[in-house]
């Protein structure tokens, strides 16, 4: 047992709901009590989604526990494949059943015989895996399902496309700044002359899925989400995968001359110098901004970096690598891939912090004190305590994480928001600093006569405790409308019950 | 919505059932409000990363506030029984005395506990001895219950824990009654001797269901208004303060999902319980005061009045409701209370889906419902118990209501098609109850179509491309 106030990485089934409801026209069964489908408030809140998000439980109850789900979680595939035809429906197991050690893929091969549609079994275990290794995983069986279904069916197509061709591997629902990103990755693509032939899972089809193979590579751009899948199709096809984040002048280039390595190989004689050349010097704002007066400014200044994997290693080799930052730790949550994260931030930062307790990640940021932190919303809400500007960089994320401006983290444009990111940031915090110094904005008081606090009435001691329960926020609209309610009608004291005469005539 | 029914059948409410598969928050989030109601306890959630999960994005920013509670991660060396429950709890529970020094620690056991038969009654009575903190036990699990029904497994285990005895002295008196000081507080004992004698002669009353302490301090001080004198509440500000229950007090409920509560203090703690409608809206709320004055037999005084002084204040809200229709999709059991008194308001509801319906609880509820639609004339709305989601959104398409009060996982794509939707969990935070509240209802019921009202003109009502409704 664990005592535990919160959680970077979510429970296993989220992974795989994220991936099962980024594709279209897949649907998710969750074999789950009544309470569990909060995925669904999530993907409806944060991306502020439109339709109906494609998740249903097949509910746990005393009724199961007693007997066993039976019929139920049959019935309940059938019945969402004649009702909305999806083209895969996905069970997914929880915590719950996970300890029931039901005979889910039972279930599963029994739906099938009467569902038009593709059944699966999610293959994650709750206990062993978190969101992201699930999510992971789950995409992975997906596009092995399919593959192995049109290998059997013989309509699997290998033949690679005539021009450069890339399937772009991992953007997903509730995947941080994942649209944008996508979109400025096609972009980029498309700049290079190559064809996007998949991008998947958001937004794809799975009868999509056996035109895998017609790429010329695979791109991963996260770490956490997507290298399954591309590793088993780099075993199954020899298709090269490409698993560098371009996030960042220099890594976007890096990614950018990998490309070319391997286009070169399969014989397409492409050169992507000038490109580069053009791009990081003229186009993106990043590389001029690293040389220019304002960002010499920050050259030393202490920063910490916390998030997943990607995110954390790619921002911690920005701020040391691209801006001059001395990055005192960066530490990432996905314990399970600690490795890769040490050996991407060798050399960029003093000391690496492996943890997934948020506790100890506060503690390190108190103990640093940087001038700027960038993390995920935890390390938001640390740096408001010891009031230390915070840029988010990676999920756990809120609803302002989800913007409807353009602003990916990828590719050149990527490079420009980071730039603004991490320069609002500093100067935030150098603007306080320099405000404490000089003793605020301005020392003379405003002086606002139609409302001052001040009155002559009185309250007495029950109303006055009454009025300080009431939200800060709010108070002083709710004492201002109590004493004109009172001096309108005459009262010398303000009583409770003048109060909530007040609040039911005037609503105050 | 017309209901087609033979004559000679008396129309009465219209009881259905159907699948369960609903959307609902799970019943462990009444930790989120109980913390901060009991200000000495601590909740320690005895579950897994789903739960975990689950209070971290519904609760949102109240977890950074340092919050009294806090996850038993269940691992699986938990599951298998590897490890040893017992010596597990009292590693976390002394963890959390010395960090936090509550008066009582408040195990929520989950769907794991109860499906691995861990003994949480059992093994807290050994450990409270152990480490000298109550351990009170509530079984708020999804197998079982609702949302809001979480905090009636609370406050029933804590009905246990109230004093049977009325201490004897003043001093201890005074340390006990919280209101009571709270309404005392600075005053000379003469003064509190004319106080007492505002109040009618009756015996003690005790109103259980957690509120806000100012919504606790209103309804105390309007059947103060009556003569009537409030012993106690369950639950109080702290726990130390739980309130006196002896045998034959009588006990009144201010909110619909409480049935447990009111059985417990019934049949445990033997006390009257006076099943009354809730004191949700001004009809509400004068029903609830003239049901308790009847049974102390008084007679109520200036209630009429009252509460047409309100209907009054609210005439603003009102007529911007008066003759909508309004489909509630159920998930906090609030539904029928907010169903009557928008009914009162003018409003016609085809539908009431609630996720559990205790006739006998809310038998005055219902009632008063059932008469409500008689004398605004309008047709009986069908009670749809464990509501089925993606039938419901079938319902909703033929039927267009103009308000559909729901969950957050509908919400937007509804809102999306061109229906008016208002967030159910609002309900349950907002503050609802007593004369004085009930335009803070009206402002969360009107609110979308306010801001409706704003944008009608724009042609921007269906913002989905196909017209083919896919639900969950």
């Known amino acids: ?508 | 919505m017309t209901v087609a029914q033979p004559e000679t059948q008396p129309q009465g409410l219209n009881f259905e059932c159907e699948t369960g598969n609903y959307h609902t928050f799970c019943p462990i989030s009444c930790v989120a409000w109980l913390y901060q109601k009991i200000e000495d306890s601590f909740f320690l959630v005895i579950g897994t990363k789903t739960c975990g999960y689950f209070l971290q994005n519904a609760m949102g920013v109240m977890i950074f506030a340092e919050p009294r509670y806090a996850m038993a991660e269940l691992e699986e060396g938990d599951i298998s029984a590897q490890l040893n429950d017992y010596e597990e709890l009292k590693r976390l529970c002394l963890q959390i005395k010395r960090d936090r020094n509550p008066s009582v620690i408040v195990w929520i056991g989950t769907c794991t506990t109860e499906i691995i038969k861990m003994d949480l009654e059992g093994l807290a009575p050994k450990l409270e001895a152990e480490i000298n903190i109550p351990i009170v036990v509530a079984r708020a699990n999804g197998l079982d219950y609702a949302f809001t029904q979480g905090e009636d497994t609370v406050l029933a285990a804590m009905a246990g824990r109230c004093p049977d005895k009325a201490p004897t002295s003043d001093a201890e008196k005074g340390e006990r009654h919280a209101i009571h000081k709270l309404l005392q507080f600075g005053r000379k004992p003469e003064d509190v001797a004319t106080e007492e004698r505002g109040y009618v002669q009756h015996p003690p009353l005790v109103l259980f269901g957690s509120l806000p302490d100012p919504v606790v301090t209103q309804l105390t001080l309007e059947l103060k208004k009556q003569g009537i004198k409030v012993s106690g509440w369950l639950p109080t500000k702290r726990y130390t303060e739980l309130p006196v229950i002896e045998e034959g007090y009588y006990v009144s409920g201010v909110n619909p999902f409480l049935s447990r509560t009111a059985s417990t203090l019934m049949r445990r703690r033997k006390c009257k319980l006076i099943g009354a409608p809730f004191p949700i809206g001004p009809d509400g709320t004068r029903a609830w005061i003239e049901k308790i004055c009847s049974v102390f037999g008084i007679t109520p005084t200036g209630l009429a009045e009252r509460e047409q002084m309100i209907w009054e204040s609210l005439e603003d809200y009102v007529k911007l409701i008066r003759g909508k229709s309004v489909f509630f999709m159920g998930d906090n059991l609030l539904e029928i209370s907010l169903a009557r008194f928008l009914i009162r308001c003018g409003m016609t509801c085809p539908e009431i889906g609630i996720p559990y319906m205790d006739k006998r609880y809310q038998s005055a509820e219902l009632a008063l419902l059932e008469k409500t639609c008689h004398e605004m004339d309008v047709p009986m709305p069908t009670i749809v118990e464990k509501p089925d989601n993606y039938n419901q959104i079938q319902r909703i398409d033929d039927l267009c209501p103009d308000l559909v009060i729901t969950g957050m996982a509908h919400a937007n794509p509804l809102e999306a098609r061109g229906i008016n939707t208002k967030w159910s969990v609002e309900f349950t935070f907002a503050q609802i109850h007593g004369f004085s509240n009930a335009r803070d209802i009206l402002e969360l019921v009107t609110r979308p179509l306010r801001r409706n009202h704003v944008l009608k003109d724009l042609g921007w009502d269906t913002l989905v491309r196909e017209t083919v409704t896919a639900v969950n």
């Open chain 1, 1 to 508: 047992m664990k005592l535990a106030y919160w959680m970077y990485a979510g429970p296993a089934h989220i992974g795989t709901l994220r991936v099962a409801t980024s594709f279209k026209n897949v649907h998710a069964i969750m074999h789950a009590p009544l309470g569990d489908d909060y995925f669904n408030v999530m993907r409806s809140m944060l991306e502020r989604e439109r339709n109906f998000t494609p998740v249903t439980t097949s509910v746990v109850d005393r009724h199961v526990l007693a007997n066993g789900s039976q019929e139920k979680v049959v019935d309940n595939i059938t019945r969402k494949d004649a009702e909305e035809h999806p083209d895969l429906i996905v069970l997914t197991p929880t915590c719950t059943s996970s300890i029931l050690q039901e005979d889910l893929q039972n279930f599963v091969d029994r739906a099938q015989i009467d569902t038009k549609g593709d059944v699966l079994l999610a293959d994650v275990n709750h206990y062993r895996v978190n969101e992201l290794q699930a999510g992971d995983r789950t995409l992975q069986q997906i596009v092995q399902f399919y593959i192995e279904k049109a290998r059997k069916h013989g309509d699997l197509s290998t033949e690679k496309t005539s021009e450069p061709s890339v399937n772009i591997i991992g953007i997903s629902t509730l995947g941080f700044h994942n649209q944008h990103d996508c979109t400025e990755l096609k972009r980029l693509m498309s700049d290079l002359g190559i064809t996007v032939n998949a991008v998947i899972p958001e937004g794809a089809s799975v009868h999509e899925l056996k035109h895998l193979p017609r790429a010329w590579f695979n791109l991963v751009p996260y770490r956490e989400l997507g290298l399954m899948t591309a590793k088993y199709l780099q075993s199954e096809f020899g298709i090269p995968l490409v698993d560098i984040c371009p996030m960042g002048v220099v890594e976007t280039a890096r990614c950018l001359r990998t490309i070319q390595t391997i286009l070169n190989q399969q014989g397409a004689p492409v050169d992507y110098e000038h490109f580069i050349h053009d791009q990081t010097l003229y186009v993106s704002q990043a590389a001029w901004f690293s040389r220019s007066i304002d960002c010499q400014n920050l050259t030393g200044k202490k920063a910490v970096v916390f998030g997943d994997s990607t995110h954390a290693a790619a921002m911690t080799k920005i701020l040391t690598r691209e801006m001059g930052i001395h990055v005192v730790w960066a530490g990432t949550y996905c314990k399970y891939d600690s490795e890769w994260f040490q050996a991407q931030v060798e050399g960029f930062c003093d000391q690496v912090l492996i943890t997934d307790d948020n506790g100890a990640v506060g503690d390190a940021i108190a103990r640093a004190e940087p001038s700027a932190i960038f993390g995920t919303q935890m390390e938001r809400h640390v740096g408001k305590r010891l009031n230390i500007p915070c840029g988010v960089i990676a999920a756990p994320i809120h609803i302002q994480n989800f913007p409807i401006g353009y602003k990916p983290f990828l590719g050149y444009e990527g490079t420009n928001q980071i730039a603004d990111l991490v320069y609002n940031s500093f100067t935030l915090g150098m603007e306080d600093h320099l405000l404490e110094i000089f003793g605020g904005h301005d020392t003379k008081e405003v002086i606002q006569k139609t409302i001052s606090a001040d009155s002559d009435l009185n309250w007495n001691r029950d109303a006055q405790s009454e009025l300080n329960k009431i939200p800060g926020f709010v108070r002083g609209k709710v004492k201002r409308n109590t004493e004109k309610f009172a001096r309108d009608r005459g009262f010398s004291e303000i009583t409770l019950d003048v109060m909530y005469a007040a609040k039911e005539a005037v609503g105050a």
